[in-house]
């Protein structure tokens, strides 16, 4: 039994084999770690069987499983997990272009509580080094993507995580493509993850395997992830869906609360209509604010805003930048455009409640970094 499994999947990675293992051992031996690695090979042409079973010679740790079936990096992986003889599994790339040195920080954020720990390339302090535009773009719609499942991970496709055994054991993982975290964070049991900014290094040796069918595949795999969440009700994914749900439904009632005061008020003589109308669209805010801070938001964890009045301003502010979006894209569409201003004004309400679920989800209820004990488990 080990504490650690570094899983490293390859397919013709004759030329960085040995230095990731060296790599890998350096970190163990450094700090006191008593792990175990295992390489993925699906059964590759070059030398890498031969060289890792080279290294094997002198390393009791080192173990490979060389694959003839379907091939495929997340199928690598997932059988990773099963060989894995430890109760926390670490995926890395052969390349070197995760590094190494980041494990131990990874480790300790699993060990502090966290049930994932994503080395991640999209947030402050991370980056990619020497990617050409072409794999940028392809990786930022990659992304995209993925946050529309998980919009609180900046890297839901990073090659480079950790997680306990718990996440996967059970999970009914359908692995195929690339994206492999995508599938753990959709199907995995799991309440909490940290995310780690690291630099992302282009290969230097060997050759790259992405083509258009690992694009397809990605769209396809994205699809599946938000099917499953509709009829696993504990996964991540649904749980997002009901607070866009919430959102919609308190926006509604927020029209009821606006257009009844409205009503109300005009019913006495000394209001005038602009003034009528300024108080029942901030009542209804109010209305909208208690509801979503009370329901939609509702968690068991730490708000990055812990007051209430914080929260507040920041979705009154939110508020009134989605009130100055529809009414410019009704302007703009009904004068100048020549739009049906009924439509213009649909198309405002859609794109202001996405703007405002979308800032006062990542803003205004934004989760603390602290980690909360989960009351669920
Ligand atoms: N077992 C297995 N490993 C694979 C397969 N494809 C890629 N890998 C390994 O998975 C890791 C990531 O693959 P890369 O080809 O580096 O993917 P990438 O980083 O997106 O692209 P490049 O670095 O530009 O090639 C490397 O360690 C590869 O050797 C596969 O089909 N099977
Ligand atoms: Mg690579």
């Not at 013709?12 to 993925?40: C, D, H, P, Q, Y």
């Not at 780690?196 to 258009?212: C, M, N, Q, T």
């Not at 866009?244 to 257009?259: D, M």
């Amino acid at each position: 039994m080990y504490d650690l499994t570094v899983i490293i999947p390859t397919f013709k990675e004759e030329s960085n084999i040995a230095t990731i293992i060296r790599a890998v051992e350096e970190v163990f031996s450094r700090n006191g770690i008593n792990g175990e690695i295992l390489v993925v090979d699906d059964n590759s042409p070059d030398q890498t069987i031969e060289r890792v079973r080279e290294l094997q010679k002198t390393r009791p740790n080192l173990s490979l499983v060389v694959r003839t079936e379907d091939p495929g990096l997340s199928q690598s992986v997932v059988e990773g997990f099963r060989r894995a003889q430890s109760d926390i599994f670490l995926v890395i790339d052969a390349d070197l272009s995760h590094p190494p040195e980041h494990i131990p920080l990874m480790i300790a954020g699993i060990q502090a509580g966290n049930d994932i720990v994503i080395g991640s390339r999209y947030m402050e302090g991370g980056g990619i080094k020497r990617w050409p535009l072409k794999r940028r773009i392809i990786s930022l719609g990659a992304t995209f993507l993925g946050r529309l499942l998980f919009p609180e991970i900046h890297d839901p496709v990073s090659g480079f995580f950790a997680v306990k055994k718990s996440v996967v054991e059970h999970a009914p993982l359908r692995p195929r493509g690339y994206k492999i975290l995508l599938e753990v964070l959709g199907k995995g049991t799991w309440h909490t993850a940290k995310e780690i900014p690291f630099e992302f290094v282009d290969r230097a040796a060997g050759s790259s395997k992405l083509g258009i069918r690992t694009i397809t595949e990605y769209a396809g795999q994205v699809i599946d992830n938000a099917r499953f969440s509709w009829n696993h009700h504990e996964s991540v994914v649904w749980q997002e869906w009901v607070k866009l749900f919430r959102f919609g439904a308190v926006g509604l009632s927020g029209i009821v609360v606006n257009e009844g005061i409205l009503i109300y008020l005009r019913g006495y003589e000394q209001f005038s209509l602009p003034v009528a109308s300024i108080v029942a669209i901030e009542l209804s805010i109010l209305s909208n604010f208690i509801l979503n801070d009370t329901w939609t938001f509702r968690t068991e964890h730490q708000h990055a805003m812990p007051h209430w009045w914080q929260r507040l301003v920041s979705f009154q502010v939110v508020s009134i930048g989605g009130a100055v979006i529809n009414f410019a894209i009704l302007n703009v569409l009904a004068l100048y455009a020549g739009a049906d201003y009924r439509i213009a004004n649909i198309l405002g309400i859609v794109v202001a409640f996405a703007w405002n679920f979308l800032v006062n989800r990542r803003v205004t209820w934004k989760k603390s970094g602290q980690i909360v004990p989960d009351r669920r488990k």
